[in-house]
């Protein structure tokens, strides 16, 4: 299989195991249709074997671990069981080590898939493949999401409480010695002090504290991302992505192109909503049409996403900005790009660019679908030689 593959699932019950030349802990995590796991219950792991219709099986180092799903036993709430992989070594990446999934029937062992993710580095850990439900049929896809802040960070994401590792305790200082209690035969002994917790093991590291829309609008910087969660559910309705730019200084009129390109998992192109192609992707993205000047208040171009409506092969999303006529961005003042919900006009997320390049087109944002269902949006601010948006199709795949 290859990232964001599918198959139809042959067996109703089915393990997963992950095999790589170093020893890996391997988990399973039961999601809602909401992408999040109903309690810590459904976080199935080495201490936590067994949940409604998943169990954990270890390999005992010499065999991988292997998370077993019976599909006719998992709860209707369910929608999907993701299988997860880290080395058991801490603080060990997946760099040079290529792990390698295997789907099996669990009833005669024959083998129904493999997967191995490619081009993996700095990853702690692995979304390596989920089995989903979809349309009363189970199906099994290849995911290979990478994460650098190990099993945490996705049982985090997946809405599993991670608590922080206890402080050392620190020492009562004695009491003054000068008032001494007359000792009393009748007392009874005072029960010894409890022993310190031990450290919580690896897999129990700090979340990935990132930001969200919980408290308000967010302001970002470039290269920085916020999660577009708010009240601790994905952002799934349509918003709007407006982007606007007014001439420098006594400058003349600015004719410049917004657009969005959609790309699958494996960063190829799927479309480009621009002014040539007002909505891509069976409506769910839209544009404004083109400005052809630049003045005037607000924004000058919009594109509006349903997010709810992407269709599951789109991963990714790159909003740009390019010259058609030829002048550079050194021409350009406040260009900017803010995203808003297009229901109650709330603006969520802002990005003034700051600076410019004598170049004709720019990277904007972009916008990244979670497997755990919500999508992230990155400042990006990333000047490029390109006019058209076919030119910005390939530096918009590198920036994925």
Not at 105 to 112: E, H, K, P, S, V
Not at 143 to 150: I, K, L, R
Request: net charge negative.
């Amino acid at each position: 299989m290859t990232p964001g593959s599918n198959i139809p699932l042959s067996a109703s019950r089915v393990t997963v195991d992950v095999a790589a030349p170093v020893r890996l802990d391997v988990s399973g995590l039961l999601l809602t249709a909401d992408g999040k796991v109903r309690s810590d219950e459904d976080f199935i792991f080495y201490n936590q074997p067994s949940g409604p219709g998943v169990t954990y099986r270890s390999g005992g180092g010499a065999a991988p671990d292997a998370i077993i799903v019976d599909t006719a036993a998992v709860p209707p709430g369910i929608e999907k069981i993701v299988v997860t992989a880290s080395p058991d070594a801490a603080g060990q990446t997946f760099q040079g080590i290529e792990p390698t999934a295997t789907i099996r029937a669990a009833d005669g062992n024959a083998i129904l898939a493999t997967f191995t993710p490619p081009q993996l580095g700095t990853e702690t850990a692995l979304v390596v493949v989920e089995i989903y439900r979809r349309a009363g049929q189970w199906k099994a896809r290849a995911v290979g999401q990478g994460y650098a802040d190990g099993l945490a960070g996705i049982a985090t994401d997946f809405g599993v409480t991670v608590e922080e590792p206890a402080p050392a305790a620190q020492p009562v200082a004695p009491p003054p010695p000068a008032a001494q209690p007359i000792a009393q035969p009748t007392a009874q002994p005072v029960a010894p002090p409890m022993p310190a917790a031990p450290p919580a093991p690896p897999a129990a590291a700090p979340g990935t504290g990132k930001i969200n829309l919980d408290k308000g609008r967010v302001s970002l910087q470039k290269n920085q991302t916020v999660s577009l969660v708010k009240g601790g559910r994905p952002l799934l309705s349509r918003v709007q992505m407006g982007l606007g730019w007014e001439p420098a200084f006594r400058g003349k009129d600015i004719d410049l192109d917004a657009s969005v390109i959609a790309y699958g998992p494996q960063r190829n192109h799927i479309d480009s909503c621009y002014f040539g192609k007002l909505s891509i992707l069976n409506g769910a993205i839209k544009h404004s049409g083109d400005n052809l000047t630049g003045e005037g208040g607000g924004d000058d171009e919009v594109i509006i996403v349903d997010l709810g409506r992407i269709p599951q092969e789109v991963t990714g999303l790159v909003f740009t900005v390019n010259s058609f006529s030829g002048q550079k961005f050194t021409e350009v003042a406040k260009a900017y790009c803010r995203l808003v919900d297009s229901a109650s006009g709330e603006e969520l997320v802002r990005f003034d660019l700051t600076g410019a390049e004598p170049q004709t087109g720019v990277l904007m944002a972009k916008l990244i679908r979670q497997y755990s269902g919500e999508w992230e949006m990155t400042a990006m601010g990333d000047f490029v030689k390109a006019r058209t948006v076919r030119n910005m199709v390939k530096p918009g795949a590198q920036a994925l």
